[in-house]
């Protein structure tokens, strides 16, 4: 196979850090833009958010508990995200995981992209000895101590995916008591902190998320060759 | 002026309704060709609408916060655009349909069951009968297999013609064919004024779907009675992780084995004449590292053996990532020696033995025994004659190479020509591939190239 048929099927992953939610956003728009334009190949962002509880399109009111009062004594924000989904917290030790990937042509399957995502995470789990599974008709990634990772996605005009996986990698849990996580009131969420027992660093997690990524998208995956200008990452 | 249907969009095999959630333009917009127009929403998925043409926005059928199956038509636009919304009668026909419907799901069981009473919908023209029971993407796909609509019993919303009835349909059309005389012949130009209402065979519909899930389903493993003297134990992770891989690998991939001879003679003499030269270089070359060596050489030429079916395409590794079995006695690993057809003989020796030992003390990272492209197991290392080893999930191929023994063989001495009895080094070598994408003869000349390359290794590898 020459090289020239295996460039564009590589997945650039970039490495962003702490990201603001709304310049998250941002990112991810310029980014569909540049890759519905053909400008960029695929792109898999991993960063972590400063506290922040976004309402989905399908999110209730009511399933944010805490108050505005409250919100700003925990210094949580609340904004409104362009994902599918209810009520969800990021926050500091949450791996989030942002694909910007075309899907066309093949891959035109919403369903299969959201079981294709579950499929990279049951394997980061699994990686570290932690029993991940499905649970028929709630997206995600479930254990026998919660739920470890949340799923929620957009796609825009052409195929091009935002927005995707948050995986709770060793965040503070109390801040989920702020909300109904995705609007299911009898479900825990947990962590693989918690799960193991013991500390994980978020790097490992990104080095294992980018290989399960590849194996599962059938693709090569890379570090960017070029930086993110630095507006979008403060 | 040309008005144009907006339908809500097939995003998804499983996925048969969405919910408007936002209209991003309003009527008497003018949208580019591709811009968003309205955002759906269904379960965890949001996806912006996009127009399919320039034009203007002239109607909306569906208001945000409905919900409506895949196919209907959700906007109209007029492609010339005129900027005051015009509602043809044809349009007015389908927005009614839409509140129509809404306003009485009661209607539906009846309609879905009976057949349309054509006093129902009197003053309505066939076409337009047809096309209030229907959407566009039903419409075209009847068009494609010449079905005609009017025969078809509809079970969607409000006894619309669903794809999945024009499937029924078909299939019972061709169960019918083959079940009555041949000579019964369906006109399609003048349906049958009694049409026999064809039943939608709901089970056998859904039979594949349900196979499918249960399929690639999460693997259960069926329990079994303890008795007296038994002693029960859980599967540790390795093992109910083995577990799982090899029934999921053998549901997928049809398998098929074919075996052949390779004679080791040459490679046993290279072993032994190099064994002091390569132990200076801190390299112990085991049989495995040449049949590394040859396979990840071969594979080059072979490349439906280094590749993996997915969905409805092949996919062609670029790499070539052989992964070795190594026995955990009890349990089993496949590390994988990446790149193998970029090392030498001795770098292939070096990293079997390297990945083996950090195996046996259970030190292997994950992404050393990820991403393996094609897959060697060597049950003659215990003297088993062959296996027929299961393929590794999201591989096409997997060698099993047998016992290396002495035979007695029929020979022919190279100088006179003349057959001979020989003693030989032999071993039967079995290769694994899944049917989906390797042919026979792919397997038979991928082995005989294998053969070739062992009996006349050459001395620079």
């Known amino acids: ?234 | 002026m040309a008005r144009i249907e907006v339908p809500m969009p097939q995003m998804g095999e499983s996925i048969v309704e969405g919910t408007v959630s936002k209209w991003l333009k309003n009527v008497g917009d003018a949208v580019e060709r591709d811009e968003p127009i309205l955002e759906i929403s269904t379960d965890k998925v949001d996806a912006e609408i996009p127009a399919p043409q320039a034009g203007t926005l002239v109607e909306i059928a569906v208001e945000e916060g409905e919900t409506v199956e895949v196919g209907t038509i959700v906007a109209f636009l007029d492609t010339e655009g005129g900027a005051a919304p015009e509602p043809s009668r044809d349009g007015e026909g389908e927005a009614a349909e839409v509140a129509e419907d809404e306003a009485a799901p009661a209607a539906e069981e009846t309609r879905s069951e009976s057949k349309p009473s054509d006093d129902d919908e009197e003053g309505l023209s066939e076409e337009e009968r047809l096309k209030q029971r229907s959407t566009p993407v039903v419409r075209r796909m009847a068009e494609e297999h010449g079905v005609d609509l009017a025969l078809v019993a509809g079970t969607g919303h409000a006894g619309r013609v669903t794809k999945q009835d024009v499937l029924d349909y078909l299939e019972s059309e061709k169960e019918e064919v083959a079940q009555e005389e041949p000579a019964r012949e369906r006109s399609e130009a003048t349906p049958d004024p009694q049409p026999p209402a064809p039943q939608p065979k709901r089970a056998a519909a859904h039979a594949p779907s349900e196979l499918w899930s249960t399929f690639y389903g999460e693997v259960q493993n069926p329990e079994f009675p303890v008795r007296d003297a038994d002693e029960v134990k859980t599967m540790d992770k390795v093992r109910r992780l083995t577990a799982e891989h090899m029934v999921l690998a053998k549901r997928v991939a049809p398998h098929v084995h074919s075996f052949i001879e390779i004679d080791f003679t040459r490679v046993d003499h290279l072993r032994r004449s190099n064994k002091e030269k390569w132990a200076s270089r801190g390299a112990r070359v085991s049989f495995t590292a040449f049949v590394v060596w040859a396979v990840s050489r071969v594979l080059r030429e072979f490349p439906m053996l280094n590749a993996t079916a997915s969905g409805n395409n092949i996919i062609y590794r670029g790499n070539v990532n052989v992964g070795i079995a190594v026995d955990l006695d009890p349990g089993l690993i496949v590390p994988v020696i990446r790149d193998a057809d970029h090392l030498s003989l001795v770098g292939i020796a070096k990293a079997i033995v390297d990945l083996a030992e950090r195996a046996r003390e259970r030190k292997l990272g994950p992404a050393e025994i990820q991403g393996g492209t094609f897959a060697i197991t060597n049950p003659g290392v215990l003297g088993t004659m062959v296996g027929l080893p299961i393929i590794p999930k999201g591989t096409s191929g997997i060698l099993g190479t047998g016992a290396i023994e002495k035979r007695v063989v029929a020979v022919e001495d190279p100088v006179t020509g003349q057959d001979a009895i020989a003693i030989r080094k032999r071993s039967i070598f079995s290769l694994g591939y899944d049917h989906r994408i390797v042919d026979g003869a792919d397997s038979a000349r991928f082995l005989a190239r294998l053969k070739e390359l062992l009996e006349d290794f050459p001395d620079d590898a």
């Open chain 1, 1 to 234: 196979m020459a090289e020239t048929d295996r460039a564009p099927l590589d997945i650039e992953v970039r490495r962003l850090g702490r990201v603001r939610y709304d310049r998250a956003v941002e990112l991810q728009e310029a980014l569909i833009a540049r890759r519905r334009d053909g400008v960029i190949p695929d792109q898999l962002l991993f960063l972590e958010h400063p506290h922040v509880i976004t309402m989905g399109s399908g999110a209730k009111v009511e399933h944010v508990l805490a108050d505005a009062a409250t919100r700003e004594r925990m210094g949580v924000a609340l904004v409104r995200s362009g994902r599918g989904g209810d009520v969800t917290y990021h926050g500091p030790g949450q791996l989030i995981g942002y694909p910007i990937l075309d899907l066309k042509p093949d891959r035109q399957d919403l369903h299969q992209y959201l079981r294709d995502l579950e499929e990279v995470l049951l394997r980061v789990v699994s990686g570290y000895g932690v029993e991940g599974r499905r649970t028929e008709g709630r997206t995600g990634v479930w254990t026998e101590e919660g739920k470890v990772a949340a799923i929620g996605i957009r796609v825009s005009s052409g195929w091009i995916t935002s927005h995707g996986f948050a995986l709770n990698v060793a965040p503070d849990l109390s801040f989920f008591r702020a909300i109904v996580p995705c609007g299911l009131a009898d479900q825990r969420v947990t962590s693989l902190e918690h799960l193991l027992g013991r500390a994980v660093s978020i790097d490992n997690v990104m080095d294992r998320t980018s290989v399960a990524f590849g194996d599962v998208f059938g693709r090569t995956v890379r570090a960017a060759s070029e930086s993110i200008p630095p507006e979008f990452v403060r």
